[in-house]
C-alpha cells in the first residue's frame, strides 16, 4: 500500500533527491523547496532510508487538512489513531515548523498536537506515553501553512546526514549530505582523483571515500536508530534482507585516490580520527599543508573546498588578500584539475583572478552560498588577440 511521504534536504539539492527516491522506487516525486514528496511503501521507506545520501529525513504523512485555529489543528491530531502506529510505552515529543501561519504562538501549537497524541491514546488504551524533548522514541512533525496543517511520522529518528562518523568535529561543520551533493553537482565520480586541500573535520574526504566503496549510508547506523524501527508495523525481516544486499555490494580497494590536507595540525588529527573511527584511514592519506603552497597529487583530478566565508570584518580582510594568491597558486599547481569551491563571500570569484565556468546556487544551512567551478587550464585562460 502506497503512502504520502517528504524527504527534506538541503536547498539546491532536490533534483539530486528526487534521483535517490525515483532509484528506492518512490512514484509520483515532486519536488518543492527544500524537499521531495512521493509515494511509496514500506520498502521505499526503508530504501530512502538506507542508500539516500542526500535526503535529511524521511517523514511519513499520517494527516492533512485545513485549519483556522488552533482547535482545528487538535482535532486533526485527535483524529489520527496513534495507537495504531506505536505503543503507549514510547517517549515522543512534538516539532512545529510554520511558514505565514497567522497562529501566534508555536508553542501553544506543538502543546495543543501533543495533547491530542495523548488524549487519543489515553481514550483508546487507557495510557498515554511520556513526552522526552531530547531523544525521544517517535518524533512528530507538525508542517503549518497559512491554510493548512500536514502532520508526519518521522521515520528516520536522528537526521540522516549524522552517519556516525564524525566524532571529532570543528565549529560550523559542513553537513554530510550537503557535502555528498556538493560532489554530485560538480560530477565526481569513483577513481576520479580527489583533493580537499582545506579539509577541516574531513567530510568531503569521507563521503567521497564511503562512496567509492559502495557504502550505503544508513549501515553505519546501529540496530534500533531509525525512527521506523520504533513504529507497529516494522518488517524486520525485510530490513534484514536491504541491509544483507547493502552490505554485499561494498567494494575493498587497497588505496583510494582521495587527499586531504589542512594547514592546521588540529584539522588535519580530527580528520585522520574521523576517517579511522569510519575504517577508512588506510585508504585515504591526509597531510599537513598550506594551499598555497601544496602541490597537486595527480596529474589531473578535482579539488573541492569549502573555504571560511569571513563573515568577521578582520577575517574579511584577511579573506580579501588571500583569494587573489589563491588563484595565482591554482594556476601554478593545478593545471588540468577542475576547481570546486563553497563560499557564500561573492566576492571570491573577482578577487581570485579566474573567471567561474559555473555557478550554483546552494544554502548551507540558513546561509545562501554558490558552488564556484573553475577549471584551470595551462598558461592564461585570457584569448589571445587577433594578429
Not at 207 to 218: C, I, K, N, R
Not at 229 to 251: C, G, I, N, P, S
Not at 273 to 299: K, M, S
Request: glycine residues 8%; positive net charge; contains cysteine.
Amino acid at each position: 500500500m502506497s503512502q504520502q511521504y517528504f524527504s527534506p534536504c538541503p536547498r539546491g539539492l532536490e533534483p539530486l533527491l528526487a534521483e535517490d527516491v525515483v532509484a528506492a522506487g518512490g512514484g509520483n516525486v515532486r519536488t518543492t523547496p527544500g524537499g521531495v514528496l512521493y509515494l511509496g511503501g514500506i520498502e521505499t521507506r526503508y530504501r530512502v532510508n538506507l542508500e539516500s545520501r542526500i535526503a535529511t529525513r524521511v517523514l511519513w504523512q499520517v494527516a492533512h487538512g485545513p485549519y483556522a485555529r488552533e482547535d482545528d489543528i487538535y482535532r486533526l491530531a485527535r483524529e489520527v489513531n496513534w495507537p495504531r502506529l506505536f505503543t503507549a510505552e514510547r517517549t515522543l515529543r512534538v516539532y512545529v515548523t510554520s511558514i505565514r501561519s497567522a497562529l501566534k504562538s508555536l508553542e501553544f501549537i506543538t502543546l495543543r498536537t501533543k495533547d491530542a497524541v495523548c488524549d487519543r491514546f489515553r481514550d483508546d488504551t487507557g495510557r498515554r506515553p511520556s513526552i522526552n524533548t531530547r531523544n525521544p522514541d517517535v518524533r512528530i512533525h507538525l508542517f503549518v501553512t497559512a491554510t493548512e496543517a500536514t502532520l508526519y511520522l518521522d521515520t528516520s529518528g536522528e537526521a540522516l546526514y549524522q552517519r556516525g562518523h564524525k566524532i571529532a568535529r570543528i565549529e560550523a561543520p559542513l553537513k554530510e549530505n550537503l557535502a555528498a551533493g556538493i560532489l554530485r553537482l560538480a560530477g565526481w565520480k569513483p577513481g576520479t582523483p580527489l583533493l580537499d586541500p582545506m579539509c577541516g573535520s574531513g567530510t568531503f574526504l569521507l563521503e567521497a571515500a564511503q562512496m567509492s566503496l559502495g557504502d550505503a549510508p544508513g549501515l553505519s547506523r546501529e540496530a534500533g536508530e531509525f525512527g521506523f524501527e520504533r513504529l507497529l508495523d516494522f518488517d524486520a525481516a525485510l530490513w534484514r534482507r536491504l541491509t544483507v544486499e547493502a552490505a554485499q555490494k561494498r567494494q575493498s580497494p587497497a588505496k583510494l585516490p582521495i587527499w586531504g590536507s589542512d594547514i592546521t595540525q588540529d584539522a588535519v588529527a580530527r580528520s585522520r580520527q574521523n576517517l579511522a573511527h569510519a575504517g577508512i584511514d588506510d585508504l585515504v592519506e591526509v597531510t599537513q599543508c598550506d594551499l598555497l603552497e601544496r602541490n597537486a597529487p595527480a596529474a589531473g583530478g578535482m579539488l573541492i573546498a569549502n573555504p571560511p566565508y569571513g563573515e568577521r570584518l578582520s577575517d574579511q580582510e584577511q579573506m580579501a588578500a588571500f583569494y587573489p594568491r589563491l588563484g595565482d597558486a591554482l594556476k601554478r599547481n593545478f593545471a588540468g584539475w577542475d576547481c570546486w569551491f563553497l563560499s557564500a563571500d561573492t566576492r571570491l570569484p573577482k578577487l581570485i583572478g579566474l573567471a567561474p565556468k559555473r555557478k550554483t546556487p546552494l544554502f548551507n544551512g540558513a546561509l545562501e552560498c554558490r558552488l564556484y567551478y573553475f577549471p584551470i587550464v595551462a598558461g592564461s585562460n585570457r584569448p589571445k588577440a587577433p594578429a
